[in-house]
């Protein structure tokens, strides 16, 4: 969607010279001319359309405040893509939004956090149906170790979405063909989801993902573990997608949150930085900050 300028780190750190020192995260903080405030994201984070409203997100790992007052909203059936330096919180505040944090013991979130309206966080929240309405995708493919057909079967049998055999075999072959494999995969329904290459893996577990009808799909770094062609395949599906669906993605491709995401926010050590259009961002970035970090003068 965007071009980035030549002068863009590409975030893939074996672009940089290897013999130079990058400054950390707390000395570049020291040195910019423009500082971050608590609370005070720069750019576009609000939007009419919300499907996530969050206002002053804080997330803990016991004492460690991980994410620090937050306030963004995600639109309906946008691609919104986060980035910013490893540590800085991105992971944990995607987590936050399917309640996937939950299972983290030490582990608290405050503020607000809505989906529709609706509190994430109230008790009788049920959160089995809360992660059928918010999908994930991990970094690295999860496959069950049963059939490639089972796999995107799963979902939607322990959701009841499919009283007939007919009926389940028509959720598996459109999810299959959303996630464009389909056509790899068609012959060897039965074969076991393990045997598959990593590429194909990650592809069955967007399937999986897809076939329980999810209004969101949170993204943490898809493509990590893929080569391009296989990264290109994602995209594409990313891409396809967003029409129906409302999309998080977690990338330290710089090229690929300005190829898939129509908004961008750029987090520092816990705060959300600046939120922008991605061609904004990539660009005339607002924030100091946030120009350091695509320029490459940390990572
Ligand atoms: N399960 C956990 N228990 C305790 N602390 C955690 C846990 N997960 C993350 N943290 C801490 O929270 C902070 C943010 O981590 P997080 O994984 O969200 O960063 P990230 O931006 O996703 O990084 P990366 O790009 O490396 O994936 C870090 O200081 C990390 O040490
Ligand atoms: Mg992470």
């Known amino acids: 969607m965007t071009s980035i300028p030549a002068n863009a780190n590409m975030s893939e750190k074996t672009l940089h010279d290897e013999n130079q020192e990058l400054p950390t995260l707390a000395e570049e903080a020291s040195h910019t001319g423009e500082s971050i405030v608590e609370g005070k994201t720069v750019g576009t984070p609000y939007a009419d359309d919300a499907k996530f409203k969050l206002r002053d997100v804080e997330v803990f790992y016991g004492e460690n405040r991980a994410i620090k007052s937050v306030s963004l909203d995600i639109a309906t059936n946008e691609v919104i893509a986060f980035i910013g330096p490893s540590g800085c919180g991105k992971s944990t505040f995607l987590r936050s939004l399917n309640r996937m944090n939950d299972s983290v013991e030490s582990c608290r979130v405050k503020g607000t956090l809505e989906l529709d309206g609706q509190d994430l966080y109230d008790p009788r929240q049920d959160v089995v149906e809360l992660r059928a309405r918010v999908g994930m ?8 170790p049963k059939s490639i057909y089972d796999n995107v079967a799963y979902g939607p049998r322990i959701h009841g979405l499919a009283n007939r055999k007919s009926d389940l075999d028509d959720i598996v072959e459109s999810s299959l063909r959303k996630a464009g494999l389909w056509d790899e995969v068609k012959d060897r329904l039965d074969a076991t989801a393990t045997g598959m290459s990593g590429g194909q893996q990650q592809r069955l577990c967007i399937a999986r993902t897809i076939a329980v009808s999810p209004e969101v799909v ?82």
Do not use: W
């Open 137 to 144: 995708v991990f970094q690295k493919p999860n496959p069950f």
């Open 218 to 299: 949170l993204m943490d770094e898809p493509c990590s573990a893929l080569d391009p062609i296989a990264t290109a395949k994602v995209e594409e599906l990313i891409a396809e997608l967003s029409q129906s669906y409302t999309i998080v993605i977690v990338t330290h491709s710089m090229q690929q949150a300005a190829r898939v995401s129509h908004r961008t926010a750029y987090f520092h050590l816990g705060h959300l930085v600046e939120v922008n259009d991605t061609s904004t961002v990539f660009t005339a970035p607002e924030h100091q900050m946030t120009e350091s970090y695509i320029t490459g003068r940390f990572g």
